[in-house]
């Protein structure tokens, strides 16, 4: 008697966690959207197969039951929801990973470009003066760009060669606010050194940038460079 109660308990159970598998793999499915919301559309359109697959299975689910078929039936109508869902979970990893790789080398590669075109920018020798006020032109864009190229031509240019103001700029951190495809925004730690003829002892300053950085062509050049102190 116990062994029959038993085993009706069990196939019980069985039938439970049977009804129970078409809500945990729509559940499964519709979170699964939700994280790829934003993603490529054949990914969402995976998502959407997922969940009709699902109501599908709780249909067929449903109508095996009321014919009293075989519990091996309703685990095989499951199978395909379930490979489909564990397929879609695998893209997502490995998408999510790619964009991760991808997120974690840009972050690197704007840091650099926005240390390196700040250091130009802030470095000058009397001697060549000119040059380098060029090249670090061609390290701008945009509105700053022509401030800039303003600011050198009449005023930094001349004043560097009539004083002999020498200035050498030194990175010391960078922190990524925000990037994206085409923008982005770092912070730029920078130690400058100024020496003037006549005045043995050159002056130390430490300055933070907020540089703004936009993609031209392949390059990040700077396009917004605001002292924060």
Same mark, same amino acid.
Request: with cysteine.
């Given at each position: 008697?116990?062994?029959?109660?038993?085993?009706?308990?069990?196939?019980?159970?069985? @039938?439970?966690?049977? /009804? %129970?598998?078409? +809500?945990?793999?729509?559940? $499964?499915?519709? &979170?699964?959207? =939700?994280? #790829?919301?934003?993603?490529?559309?054949?990914?969402?359109?995976?998502?959407?197969?997922?969940?009709?697959?699902?109501?599908?299975?709780?249909?067929?689910?449903?109508?095996?039951?009321?014919?009293?078929?075989?519990?091996?039936?309703?685990?095989?109508?499951?199978?395909?929801?379930?490979?489909?869902?564990?397929?879609?979970?695998?893209?997502?990893?490995?998408?999510?990973? @790619?964009?991760?790789? /991808? %997120?974690?080398? +840009?972050?690197?590669?704007? $840091?650099?470009? &926005?240390?390196? =075109?700040? #250091?130009?920018?802030?470095?000058?020798?009397?001697?060549?003066?000119?040059?380098?006020?060029?090249?670090?032109?061609?390290?701008?864009?945009?509105?700053?760009?022509?401030?800039?190229?303003?600011?050198?031509?009449?005023?930094?240019?001349?004043?560097?060669?009539?004083?002999?103001?020498?200035?050498?700029?030194?990175?010391?951190?960078?922190?990524?606010?925000?990037?994206?495809?085409?923008?982005?925004?770092?912070?730029?730690?920078?130690?400058?050194?100024?020496?003037? &003829?006549?005045?043995?002892?050159?002056?130390?300053?430490?300055?933070?940038?907020?540089?703004?950085?936009?993609?031209?062509?392949?390059?990040?050049?700077?396009?917004?460079?605001?002292?924060?102190?």
């Amino acid at each position: 008697m116990s062994v029959r109660t038993g085993t009706r308990y069990l196939r019980t159970v069985v @039938s439970i966690a049977a /009804d %129970l598998v078409p +809500a945990a793999i729509v559940a $499964a499915a519709i &979170a699964a959207v =939700s994280s #790829v919301l934003g993603n490529p559309v054949w990914m969402q359109v995976v998502c959407g197969v997922v969940i009709v697959a699902a109501l599908g299975f709780a249909w067929w689910n449903g109508l095996m039951r009321r014919r009293q078929h075989s519990r091996r039936r309703l685990v095989g109508a499951a199978v395909v929801p379930i490979l489909i869902l564990a397929l879609l979970v695998s893209l997502q990893l490995l998408v999510q990973h @790619s964009a991760d790789r /991808d %997120l974690a080398s +840009a972050r690197d590669t704007v $840091a650099k470009a &926005a240390s390196d =075109s700040a #250091v130009v920018v802030l470095s000058y020798k009397p001697e060549t003066v000119e040059q380098d006020l060029a090249s670090a032109k061609t390290r701008l864009t945009g509105e700053f760009l022509d401030t800039y190229g303003q600011l050198a031509d009449t005023v930094v240019g001349p004043t560097a060669k009539e004083k002999q103001v020498s200035m050498q700029a030194t990175p010391v951190g960078a922190a990524v606010e925000s990037v994206s495809e085409d923008k982005a925004a770092v912070i730029v730690y920078i130690n400058q050194t100024t020496t003037v &003829a006549g005045n043995p002892q050159p002056s130390q300053s430490q300055n933070a940038l907020r540089v703004g950085l936009t993609k031209v062509q392949g390059r990040w050049l700077i396009n917004r460079f605001d002292p924060l102190f």
